[in-house]
């Protein structure tokens, strides 16, 4: 079938009824739960862009198995022409949300294309399971699925393994193997837009330990397998706030869940790796997974980025903050963010890497950077915006007080911004601030970009640990025998 359209995507959801928990209550359709109906809107309207006559050719191309149109994100390039493209179609889905929904199918989407590329990699646990592997990105492909996945054991005991827990089972790994396939049990988090989703692809994050090969299994599972439950946290939008009080939280809530696999069949033909800890560490590194997923993220998070200074702006021009020396300079630093991030994006497609069977990918060193630094540069963006909003974000009234009879006038007058700048559009821009930066949905952007890779400190010293220091050191090594000898 060609590339989804939002009502295809919706009645998808419907179709497969899954067991979602939500404050202790069981969710019976997602799509019209209110705490998920926005958020399933939004998706939706990224699936018709694949149908307008405006974004669809950079959003789709043709399927080399069907000949149908499939989304971009699944497109394994071959030239610079393709990488930008990519791009492009990346930062049109990223712009619909803002970059504020960090796990819109594009991203799962690459996953598939690298693992697809990497198919020799899965063959050294045997040549099934690159099979296995192939065929599922096609099915994905063909069928324009929407994955999610949960890569993080729970919090329970850090400083042991997944196979010294308490509860052998506590982490998710096999409990049973069949002539059929596996039967899985224990947890996993962090599955964001779990709940909203067609499928969840399973893989390890590196970092296993001898034990652990129950654990080390990588898979594909539908949403709706039997066994499979979701419990998700609270959401800071249950489908009554109003957007013009809160514009980002009312429309781009990601729900979170915790996945709990109460003994779910998976079958074989759905496994990717098994019982293979040194594989199961070595996917990302010998995938190039990175390359790919660093390409989506990094342009999300360029719109992200340009989108939180945007605001700043704007805030800094409402109130004419932006009159003054340090507020300049504050967001003169925000913009050079925006300029970097760019920059190495370009870089990485220009540089590109060539694969064996003569398809290129982003290379990974500028990119991988922009990960190491995103955790720093965007608390820093949200910082600049809090200083300069500074009380005004606390202040703002709400829609309910525009309308109000005996305060309209006072709400009219006493909010207003500089150069007669309205209150009602002052009080939007600085709601919409506050939702940025200070609301509980603003928090959680910040907590995601913070952790979006992984542990910041350790992503800063993998680049030293994973980068060749050849370059620094023959320099260094030059400046030192120009010196001579005493």
């Known amino acids: 079938m060609p590339a989804r359209t939002g009502k295809q995507f919706i009645e998808g959801l419907r179709a497969r009824p899954r067991e979602v928990w939500l404050q202790g209550k069981r969710v ?76 819109s199918p594009d991203f799962m989407n690459t996953v598939c294309l690298a693992f697809a590329e990497a198919k020799e990699v899965f063959a050294r646990g045997g040549a099934q399971f ?113 957007s013009y009080d809160h514009p980002l939280a009312a429309n781009f809530e990601e729900c979170d869940s915790v996945l709990i696999f109460n003994d779910v069949f998976v079958p074989w033909e759905r496994v990717f790796i098994y019982n293979n800890v040194a594989l199961a560490n070595a996917l990302y590194p010998d995938t190039a997974l990175r390359n790919h997923t660093g390409h989506q993220t990094n342009v999300r998070a360029l719109v ?70 995103l955790p720093t540069m965007y608390p820093r963006v949200i910082e600049v915006l809090q200083m300069i909003g500074a009380g005004g974000l606390l202040m703002a009234p709400t829609a309910a007080d525009f309308n109000a009879p005996e305060i309209a006038k006072d709400v009219a007058k006493y909010y207003q911004g500089a150069d007669g700048l309205p209150s009602v559009d002052r009080v939007r821009l600085f709601k919409l601030a506050w939702d940025l930066c200070g609301d509980a949905f603003g928090s959680r952007q910040l907590q995601y970009e913070r952790y979006y890779a992984g542990d910041p400190v350790r992503i800063q010293a993998m680049t030293y640990l994973g980068s060749s220091d050849k370059p620094y050191r023959e320099m260094v090594e030059r400046a030192i025998a120009i010196a001579g000898s005493p």
């Open 304 to 373: 992200k980025m340009r989108f939180a200074v945007g605001v700043a702006q704007a805030v800094a021009r409402a109130i004419k903050a932006d009159q003054f020396l340090h507020v300049q300079q504050m967001l003169g630093e925000c913009m050079a963010y925006v300029e970097l991030i760019e920059s190495a994006i370009v870089r990485a497609e220009v540089e590109h890497d060539t694969t064996p069977n003569g398809n290129i990918r982003t290379t990974l060193a500028p990119l991988q950077a922009l990960r190491s630094l």
């Open 130 to 242: 690159a099979d296995n592997m192939v065929r599922y990105y096609e099915h994905v492909r063909e069928n324009d699925l929407f994955l999610s996945h949960a890569l993080i054991t729970p919090q329970t005991d850090r400083s042991k393994s997944s196979s010294q827990q308490v509860d052998p089972h506590l982490h998710m790994g096999v409990v049973k193997e069949t002539k059929e396939g596996v039967i899985i049990r224990g947890a996993r988090m962090l599955a964001t837009l779990g709940p909203i989703c067609d499928e969840m692809l399973i893989y390890n994050l590196p970092g296993m330990r001898p034990g652990d090969e129950p654990h080390a299994i990588a898979f594909a599972v539908p949403i709706d397998a039997p066994g499979l439950r979701q419990i998700c946290r609270e959401p800071y939008d249950w489908g009554g706030r109003s």
């Open 28 to 103: 019976e359709d997602v799509t019209e739960h209110p705490a998920f109906k926005r958020p399933v809107e939004r998706l939706a309207h990224l699936y018709d862009m694949q149908h307008d006559a405006q974004y669809r050719d950079i959003l789709t191309y043709k399927s080399p198995s069907s000949g149908q149109p499939v989304g971009t994100a699944f497109l394994a390039p071959r030239t610079h022409a393709d990488l930008v493209k990519r791009r492009k179609a990346f930062q049109l889905w990223a712009e619909a949300t803002f970059g504020l929904m960090g796990r």
